[in-house]
């Protein structure tokens, strides 16, 4: 973002802020409709989020894995590659670690923990090749092949949960519980907010650097915006295309092994209710920028934990949330045609006047 | 002559951040041919759609016949007899050319079907009329292009126009086709009364077709000239607002030396078609190769393969006595080729970043623009794009500006800038000026001239044979994917040289490809 012109850059975080401010009025009218209390809706919503140390720390929780696949589908955009597979990357990321933590309960912590995350990240990887390799050597569209990708892992972890891997305490479509000094330690008390926060503050510097300071990121980027010209300055553009799939896959898998490590201490059947989209949506919000991608995580995670607390004491369904993201969604995709909208109806008012003068 | 049929008195017209149109004044005759000339950018085709009712201008009036008018839509300048001919042309392609003409004001049959048979009559009168022959049924898909302006004139007149306003009608036609053009033109104003506006940037054009003529420059109307008193050099300095000098390019005598070797290669294009069948040639360091074609001859992919770009089927390219087969783009850049591609937003540039890092290209591992190996030296890297803007006058308030919002002509200065910056031996450049107004040719030829002296090998593959004539030591001409003749400048006029060009000499050559022959 810091590559825009100061005049771009600004316009952006105007039709940003707008975007949000428009979408929560549509929220308060979709509230009055229902008969409910806007304000009391919403300070719900915010206390819901922000309210309490635990709701914060909830909050916080929430958004390790949205800006771990955020930044995951930010990395393969940049190369122009639109990886809407994250889902599947997670599923088996977090089955890996996993099945680390089950197998090898023996390992001290230094090297099993690094290993369960590694495992991961590369199963993640590997998955994210496939469709990486089937666009670069046979032009397959990527969109298809991950969206349906997402739907294999899914199921095949589902088995996995359920049959040879399923645990013996009772029927749950889950592992067993990964061995303790695997599972990373709380920071709140009953809060799901746990160290992983730590590892993915890290890896998130790694990425933003890799991104915007490096070479690699340059041709990364040259690659998204015009291939033929990365191309032809002698960038290798179908390996970057690959490589930034393998680190994409590799984020979102992670994403996986801090919800197995840090959150559940097993791999669960739907361990992730859509985070990887979420992500995407993330992403696709703040074009792909890595510190917005962290700033709109926290603001995602307090609309989600909020929005619990919001229908526990008002009724409100929480519902209403999804309703608000998309909106805002919608409302950054037609940022080109309302910018369109606004310079006509100046230039119509210019006019007016002049005429005016005219006759006057 | 001698009626004024337009009058646009103090027209101004403001976009957002531009005033396009700065207090213009302009006067057209009845029965004159105006030609409005203005580099791109200087607000010609603004003015024309103001006539013509696309934009309202901002303050100003419009005085047709000696009345006050105001056009809100190109309704109301239809129905004030002004019709416009567009650069790029309105035409339904699955149409036929009599559907064509009558669209908008279509003969019915009981008031809901086209009256299909009125309408190839209302054609077939037209064309009488005029003197523009068309075929009614043909289909429009099937015309070329000249042709198809045509179908736009007649629609024009059909609709009753009196006073036409062709936009550039000459960019998309051959020679052979804007000799048509013109004569229809006169044709339309010495026998049958009309009135004709044409814009243009092509000097000689101007000098040929026109009665009088108005520079604009800026947004502003410089002048207006009667054709008999301008010329090239008069017309060209009120449109640059300076000297420009045509044909002062210094030639230094250097020493030459053999560097860039290619052996009869052979080249597939995209549809897998031999497109090189088989070329050779040579290039010596201090001189400028030109190789004159008509498009679609092998040049573009001639340029591909020796940058890396494209594969070889057959043949050897050889630099320095080494040779390039199978190497990357990368690796050929580092033996020393640059290149300035054909399309510069196709290839040579990235419209959506800015314009250092759009030069950074090629040196992004470059230990001079890195720390620690991997990470990007943006200072360095700013300070060099700085120096680059300055020394090559690209027109920017700074280097962070994205490409895309440059013109023309600056964003082929960036492409210029970055590919001689790297002061390799080889230079290959292809339609350098393509696109790019007259103030900005001169100084891109300047530039490789300058190169050339300075020992550069330059191989320059341009369409345009007046750059070839001006810039070349030595010209090839290729014609399907073979090589034609070689020439010595001054050994050939630019006359011969199409009949090599389009292959007509081949009963000349007798077969002998690639022989020396001396006009």
Redesign the interface.
């Known amino acids: 973002m810091k590559?825009?012109?100061g005049k771009?850059r600004s316009e952006y975080f105007i039709s940003l802020f707008l975007s949000i401010f428009a979408s929560l009025l549509i929220g308060v009218l979709i509230m009055v409709i229902n008969g409910k209390n806007p304000i009391v809706g919403y300070s719900a919503l915010v206390t819901g989020s922000f309210g309490s140390t635990y709701n914060i720390a909830t909050t916080f929780a929430k958004t390790v894995p949205l800006v771990l696949t955020g930044l995951g589908t930010a990395i393969a955009f940049r190369a122009g590659i639109f990886n809407v597979g994250g889902e599947g990357q997670l599923y088996l990321g977090g089955f890996a670690a996993a099945y680390i933590g089950i197998t090898f309960t023996k390992l001290p912590p230094m090297i099993g923990i690094p290993l369960a995350i590694l495992a991961g990240a590369v199963a993640g990887a590997a998955y994210g090749y496939i469709p990486a390799i089937l666009k670069v050597k046979y032009k397959v569209d990527e969109v298809i092949t991950t969206i349906m990708l997402n739907t294999v892992a899914a199921l095949f972890t589902g088995y996995l949960v359920n049959h040879p891997f399923a645990t013996t305490q009772g029927k749950m479509g889950a592992t067993e519980i990964i061995a303790e000094q695997y599972q990373f330690s709380k920071l709140i008390k009953l809060s799901t907010l746990n160290t992983s926060i730590f590892y993915m503050a890290a890896i998130a510097l790694i990425i933003y650097?890799l991104m915007e300071?490096?070479?690699?990121g340059?041709?990364l980027?040259?690659t998204g915006?015009?291939s033929?010209?990365a191309?032809?300055?002698?960038?290798?553009d179908k390996k970057q295309m690959i490589v930034a799939m393998l680190i994409s896959g590799g984020l979102c898998g992670m994403a996986g092994v801090f919800e197995v490590l840090g959150v559940h201490y097993r791999f669960l059947q739907n361990i992730s209710p859509g985070y990887a989209f979420d992500g995407m949506l993330i992403a696709l919000i703040v074009k792909n920028n890595p510190i917005g991608i962290i700033l709109m995580s926290i603001f995602f995670g307090a609309l989600k934990t909020g929005s619990i607390s919001m229908e526990n004491a008002t009724g409100i369904p929480s519902e209403l949330v999804l309703v608000i993201q998309s909106i805002i969604i919608l409302f950054i995709a037609g940022e080109a045609g309302f910018k369109n909208i606004y310079?006509n109806w100046?230039?119509k008012k210019?006019?007016e006047r002049?005429v005016g003068e005219e006759n006057a | 002559m001698g009626d004024k049929i337009i009058e646009l008195k103090n027209i101004s017209k403001?976009f957002?951040g531009v005033l396009a149109n700065d207090n213009i004044n302009l006067e057209i005759d009845k029965g004159e041919i105006h030609a409005i000339i203005g580099e791109n950018g200087a607000g010609k085709s603004t003015l024309m759609n103001t006539l013509y009712g696309l934009f309202?201008p901002?303050?100003g009036e419009i005085y047709i016949d000696g009345n006050k008018v105001r056009f809100l839509s190109p309704l109301d300048a239809i129905k004030h007899k002004i019709g416009m001919v567009h650069q790029h042309f309105m035409l339904v392609p699955s149409f036929t050319v009599a559907e064509n003409i009558v669209l908008g004001i279509e003969p019915r049959k009981n008031k809901l079907f086209i009256n299909k048979d009125e309408a190839i009559k209302i054609t077939e009168d037209l064309s009488k009329t005029y003197g523009l022959y068309v075929d009614p049924r043909q289909k429009v898909e099937t015309i070329s292009v000249g042709i198809q302006q045509r179908i736009e004139i007649l629609k024009v007149l059909h609709k009753g126009a009196d006073i036409l306003i062709l936009d550039e009608p000459t960019a998309v036609l051959t020679p052979q086709e804007t000799q048509e053009l013109f004569s229809i033109v006169r044709n339309l104003v010495d026998n049958l009364g009309k009135t004709v506006i044409i814009i243009t940037h092509k000097l000689q054009e101007v000098l040929q077709l026109s009665d009088r003529v108005s520079v604009m420059r800026q947004g502003k109307m410089i002048g207006t000239l009667n054709t008999k008193e301008a010329n090239e050099q008069i017309l060209a300095e009120m449109m640059v607002g300076r000297e420009v000098l045509f044909d002062k390019l210094e030639r230094k005598e250097v020493p030459h030396k053999e560097i860039l070797k290619v052996q009869n290669i052979k080249a597939k294009d995209n549809r897998g078609l031999m497109i090189i069948k088989d070329i050779s040639l040579n290039l010596k360091s201090g001189e400028v190769l030109g190789i004159a074609g008509i498009e679609g001859n092998g040049q573009s992919e001639l340029i591909e393969v020796l940058?890396g770009?494209r594969s070889l089927e057959d043949g050897d390219i050889i630099v320095n006595d080494v040779s390039l087969i199978n190497s990357?783009?990368?690796e050929i850049?580092n033996a020393s080729i640059a290149?300035v591609?054909e399309d510069r937003l196709?290839?040579?540039?990235?419209?959506?970043?800015?314009i250092y890092?759009n030069i950074?290209?090629?040196s992004?591992?470059n230990e001079e623009y890195?720390k620690i190996k991997?990470?990007?030296n943006n200072k360095k890297i700013k300070k060099r794009a700085k120096d680059l803007i300055k020394k090559f006058d690209i027109r920017t308030p700074s280097e962070?500006?994205?490409i895309g919002n440059l013109s023309g002509g600056n964003m082929q200065k960036v492409v210029i800038a970055r590919e001689f910056s790297f002061n390799t031996e080889i230079l290959i450049i292809a339609q350098p000026t393509r696109g790019v107004d007259i103030g900005a040719i001169e100084f891109i030829h300047e530039q490789i001239i300058e190169k050339r002296n300075q020992g550069a090998a330059i191989l320059l593959v341009s369409a345009d044979l007046d750059e070839i004539f001006r810039l070349s030591d030595r010209i090839l001409t290729i014609y399907e994917g073979r090589i034609t003749g070689e020439f010595k400048q001054g050994d050939i006029t630019k006359k011969e040289i199409g009949l090599y060009m389009t292959g007509r000499n081949k009963s000349e050559l007798g077969g002998g490809i690639g022989e020396e022959i001396n006009g």
């Open positions: 590559k825009l012109m771009q650097y300071k490096t070479s690699f340059y041709e980027k040259m915006q015009n033929q010209f191309r032809y300055g002698g960038i290798n310079k100046r230039l210019s006019s002049k | 403001q957002p309202e901002t303050s940058t770009l990357t783009p990368k850049r290149h591609p196709a290839m040579g540039l990235s419209k959506d970043a800015s890092e950074l290209m090629g992004q591992y890195t991997i990470q990007l962070d500006v994205l």
